[in-house]
């Protein structure tokens, strides 16, 4: 099968020789992708804050000690679901509206419903974010209580217990529409598409249909249908499946999209698309249990996802070997052209990433990194050092088209990458480094304090790393800020440094 | 097949998917089906009801207030009022409820957990946990008092110099002595941790748990 470069090229902007191509004013509606990124923006600035919050109680200098709306505790469900639904989410919504209209050669099922669901979306996520901070004070009602005595349920007004699943019961089903509506919008265009598929829509398509499975098996079944051990088994797969079936996908179907396009060349190996693709469909979906080794949850299915996690480090490195084999030969690109650099940058921590689960999976590791920082810094690698820099490089990319301008400044680009980059680099060393010493504290038996102050110089070194994290989005915004109003560019980035094509 | 759009929507969409359901999720709810999911109600101990009253005789006024008079009935409305503040304030993205059968945990915690633990309506979704940076709580019930309990959400630095936890004025009405509806539901649900145990021995000392045996 051709279709993978052709593909890419026949869709690649509408270049001469595509006579037949329709406009891209005709099928972008870029003023929605505008309003995504700028949403994505504005949780993402929460999120930042929240996570700073958590980062400062620990190192004992909160400002906001026993204040109850800014409880650490709180705040700190705000931080990672923030960054799942209000970042991650609108970004990934705001470029899909970019990149499937142009992949296609279709616009989205309907401009409205686009603009419909953009408003859902953001209600969906500032009610999250409202009842996870005020459900616990208004939780005392006697009507929750009647309700959960009736039900045998928790009925939380606020967060309920499942990680990345704490979204209030109330707005699980408006939640479970939007993400309907997400997909039919996005396949009807992918459905009318004529001849055999890109890689980046395999990966959208299978997007579509697994963010809503997921959101629905986590945001259901724990809750309503099936508790204690095999509740835990169905929220291991549900927060496993959130990354791999949601993120993962459409992060690495824009990668598909987005690398060829700036390098301008096909990518390297049509087979190891195939491989990395269906390899990952199979095998990623298959190890939730492994978040939860050691617990009462049936030994042999804890062995099951243990051996398809390290399966699964076998299929990334495909993927990555296929994205450095089509870097070869124009490696000049990865210092000279900033979203590129963000991209490889970010499939460089991918792999970190992959490779770490593959060890970090087995049961002689879990022994000592589960519940240390260990884990917290896998975290932040992947869900920052792979995801957020990815769409760094993508709204760096795009943003000077949707706007019409160069950026304001080249420096603050750079600024933003290297204090993304690096801060992330550092917190990710620094908590894995914690995560080891945690985890034999523990085991030696030794009073808890020793722990928790043994890890004070890891915690505060990660509030500096974090405080560089966010500088580095200060200068995006700044930036950003600065383009959009239209202030004579003072250093602009030259137009191939920003990945702009020559012509 | 493999590139087709039919191909990817029931293969890997949704095939894929309902595999990995069947094999993570389907296996171990067929393999506990025939467990009973105790209430509320049912999980009400005679240890946790010795705290209920300890509770209600040390803070006559605020408990009085909060759930009038210490019965079974009020006890499990203060553990499921207890465990929704659990799971709203965060308690459990830094306290686990798992003890491990590796790293020395059940020298530290008591007892390595089982599956029976979590078949109740108090586990809806199950609170394994996802990080400790504070220790593991589900043998806590019983190991410390109630007055330790109340000095330490509302400030927990006055008995835990070092500990990174943060404060919960808010489960009082202005000072550690005066305990609201809030706070004695957390305490109560604190205390019921583990007070499922048998073998657990910290109950052993506790006078009125002995009388009743």
């Given at each position: 099968m051709t279709s993978g470069p052709s593909a890419h090229h026949r869709s690649d902007g509408f270049q001469a020789g595509d006579a037949g191509a329709p406009a891209h004013d005709d099928l972008v509606d870029e003023k929605i992708i505008v309003c995504y990124y700028v949403a994505a923006l504005t949780f993402l600035t929460i999120s930042m804050l929240a996570g700073l919050l958590v980062?400062?109680?620990?190192?004992?200098?909160?400002?906001?000690?026993?204040?109850?709306?800014?409880?650490?505790?709180?705040?700190?469900?705000?931080?990672?679901?923030?960054?799942?639904?209000?970042?991650?989410?609108?970004?990934?919504?705001?470029?899909?509206?970019?990149?499937?209209?142009?992949?296609?050669?279709?616009?989205?099922?309907?401009?409205?419903?686009?603009?419909?669901?953009?408003?859902?979306?953001?209600?969906?996520?500032?009610?999250?974010?409202?009842?996870?901070?005020?459900?616990?004070?208004?939780?005392?009602?006697?009507?929750?209580?009647?309700?959960?005595?009736?039900?045998?349920?928790?009925?939380?007004?606020?967060?309920?217990?499942?990680?990345?699943?704490?979204?209030?019961?109330?707005?699980?089903?408006?939640?479970?529409?939007?993400?309907?509506?997400?997909?039919?919008?996005?396949?009807?265009?992918?459905?009318?598409?004529?001849?055999?598929?890109?890689?980046?829509?395999?990966?959208?398509?299978a997007a579509f249909v697994w963010t809503f499975l997921t959101y629905a098996m986590g945001n259901l079944l724990p809750e309503y249908a099936v508790a204690g051990t095999s509740a835990g088994a169905i929220g291991g797969l549900f927060i496993h499946d959130l990354v791999g079936l949601f993120v993962t996908p459409?992060?690495?179907?824009?990668?598909?999209?987005?690398?060829?396009?700036?390098?301008?060349?096909?990518?390297?190996?049509?087979?190891?698309?195939?491989?990395?693709?269906?390899?990952?469909?199979?095998?990623?979906?298959?190890?939730?249990?492994h978040h939860f080794l050691y617990t009462p949850i049936p030994m042999f299915l804890q062995y099951g996802a243990v051996i398809s996690t390290i399966a699964v480090e076998l299929v990334v490195a495909t993927v990555v070997i296929n994205f450095f084999g089509t870097l070869v030969g124009r490696g000049k690109e990865f210092f000279e052209n900033l979203p590129i650099r963000y991209f490889y940058t970010g499939m460089v921590f991918y792999f970190i990433t992959c490779f770490q689960c593959a060890l970090q999976v087995t049961l002689t590791f879990q022994k000592l990194i589960h519940f240390t920082d260990w884990v917290v810094g896998h975290a932040h690698l992947v869900m920052f050092g792979v995801f957020s820099l990815w769409l760094f490089g993508i709204m760096t990319y795009l943003f000077p088209r949707l706007l019409g301008r160069p950026w304001w400044s080249r420096s603050l680009c750079e600024y933003h990458y290297w204090l993304s980059a690096g801060g992330l680099f550092v917190m990710f060393l620094d908590l894995t480094l914690a995560g080891i010493f945690q985890g034999y504290y523990w085991s030696s038996l030794q009073p808890w304090d020793a722990s928790t102050n043994g890890s004070q110089p890891f915690w505060i070194t990660r509030v500096f790393a974090g405080l560089a994290m966010f500088a580095g989005l200060l200068c995006f915004l700044v930036n950003l800020w600065m383009t959009a109003r239209g202030a004579e560019a003072t250093d602009p980035l030259p137009a191939r440094a920003a990945g702009t094509p020559a012509a | 097949m493999f590139e087709s759009k039919s191909g990817i929507f029931f293969i890997a969409g949704i095939g894929f998917f309902l595999l990995a359901f069947l094999g993570n999720g389907v296996v171990p709810m067929i393999m506990y089906k025939d467990r009973h999911e105790q209430t509320a109600e049912e999980v009400v101990n005679k240890r946790v009801m010795a705290q209920f009253r300890d509770l209600a005789q040390r803070y006559p006024e605020s408990f009085q207030n909060a759930f009038g008079e210490p019965t079974e009935e009020?006890?499990?409305?203060?553990?499921?009022?207890?465990?929704?503040?659990?799971?709203?304030?965060?308690?459990?993205?830094?306290?686990?409820?798992?003890?491990?059968?590796?790293?020395?945990?059940?020298?530290?915690?008591g007892p390595v957990s089982k599956s029976e633990e979590y078949d109740n309506e108090l586990q809806r979704p199950v609170l394994f946990g996802t990080r400790r940076v504070g220790p593991d709580l589900s043998r806590e019930g019983g190991r410390r008092g109630n007055d330790w309990h109340a000095v330490h959400f509302h400030k927990p630095q006055v008995v835990s110099t070092d500990s990174p936890m943060p404060e919960y004025p808010w489960f009082f009405d202005g000072s550690p002595d005066k305990p609201n509806r809030r706070g004695i539901a957390v305490m109560t649900y604190i205390q019921w941790l583990g007070s499922w145990l048998e073998e657990y021995p910290y109950y052993e000392e506790l006078a009125e748990v002995k009388g009743e045996q």
């Open positions: 980062a400062l109680q620990l190192v004992h200098w909160n400002p906001f000690r026993g204040t109850e709306l800014l409880s650490p505790g709180r705040w700190r469900m705000i931080h990672t679901n923030a960054i799942a639904y209000g970042f991650l989410a609108n970004a990934f919504l705001g470029t899909l509206h970019w990149a499937v209209p142009r992949l296609t050669f279709h616009k989205v099922l309907s401009t409205r419903l686009s603009w419909f669901i953009f408003g859902v979306w953001q209600v969906i996520v500032l009610s999250t974010a409202v009842g996870i901070v005020l459900g616990p004070t208004f939780q005392d009602q006697p009507w929750i209580l009647a309700l959960a005595k009736k039900w045998h349920l928790p009925m939380n007004l606020g967060a309920q217990g499942l990680e990345w699943g704490e979204t209030p019961f109330w707005i699980d089903p408006l939640a479970l529409v939007g993400l309907a509506l997400v997909a039919v919008n996005f396949m009807v265009p992918i459905g009318k598409s004529k001849g055999p598929m890109y890689v980046s829509l395999w990966y959208f398509m459409l992060g690495w179907g824009l990668m598909y999209y987005f690398v060829p396009i700036m390098l301008k060349k096909p990518i390297w190996s049509h087979g190891l698309s195939l491989v990395g693709f269906w390899g990952l469909a199979f095998f990623y979906p298959l190890q939730g249990i | 009020a006890c499990a409305e203060a553990l499921r009022l207890g465990r929704q503040l659990y799971v709203g304030e965060g308690c459990w993205h830094c306290h686990s409820q798992f003890v491990r059968p590796v790293s020395n945990e059940s020298r530290r915690f």
